[in-house]
């Protein structure tokens, strides 16, 4: 089973920042949270991955609240070519396998 | 691009029979896993090697079998074909020890 809660789905203005949502109560301490992105029925790209600090690079900016409960992916100026659905993935300990969980739908409108 | 390839990218077959799935990593990435997408379970793992060796297993059934060949690639066997295994199929490859997994394009396999 998933261990991450994400929104259904969330539309966001060509140009605004979209704020993406992720709960994930549960995680462990040494249980990294990443971020991958589909777009139409394409092969997931990865995003950002982090620990406890926030991350930022040249796609998105990933902000970990500081009892890592919870965090927020940042697209700073969402284009109509980031309209697809955002996984929000905790990796499993002691083991590489990405456990997906329904995501959001991330709709990017004009 | 990922630099992760699959071949083939369609394919289409009868219930019943045996295909093959074929996926080469990026260069230099040693660990080779396989996920299913179907409409209602979502992205699955099903397997992932390291190096030639079986590392972890997901949700695969028995009639699913794949390896690693000594050149990195992989390839995943369905056989016994199903309706139900109709679906997107997807590479990863990571360099171990490397938490990020970098996807192919998938094969989309229809089964009628």
């Known amino acids: 089973d998933a261990k991450t809660t994400q929104p259904p789905s969330m539309d966001c203005a060509e140009g605004r920042a979209a704020n993406l949502p992720c709960n994930h109560s549960?995680?462990?301490?040494?249980?990294?949270v990443y971020w991958y992105r589909q777009i139409h029925s394409q092969g997931p790209q990865y995003i950002i991955h982090?620990?406890?600090n926030n991350e930022t690079n040249e796609m998105a900016s990933l902000i970990i609240t500081e009892d890592r409960k919870s965090s927020t992916l940042i697209l700073p100026h969402a284009t109509l070519r980031d309209t697809a659905v955002y996984y929000c993935?905790?990796?499993?300990?002691?083991?590489?396998?990405?456990?997906f969980g329904t995501g959001t739908r991330l709709q990017v409108f004009p | 691009d990922s630099g992760v390839t699959q071949t083939p990218k369609h394919l289409i077959t009868a219930t019943g029979q045996r295909v093959t799935l074929r996926c080469s990593p990026r260069?230099?990435?040693?660990?080779v896993y396989w996920y299913q997408q179907s409409l209602d379970q979502g992205l699955q793992f099903l397997i992932q090697y390291y190096n030639g060796e079986e590392r972890a297993k997901g949700n695969i059934l028995e009639r699913f079998s794949a390896q690693q060949f000594p050149d990195l690639h992989s390839e995943l066997n369905l056989s016994s074909l199903e309706l139900g295994d109709s679906a997107l199929y997807f590479c990863?490859?990571?360099?171990?020890?490397?938490?990020?997994?970098?996807f192919g394009p998938g094969t989309r396999l229809l089964v009628l």
């Open positions: 549960t995680i462990s301490g040494n249980e990294y």
């Open positions: 990863a490859s990571s360099v171990w020890g490397e938490e990020t997994q970098y």
């Open positions: 993935i905790v990796r499993v300990l002691n083991t590489d396998k990405l456990i």
């Open positions: 982090g620990l406890k």
């Open positions: 260069s230099g990435d040693l660990s």
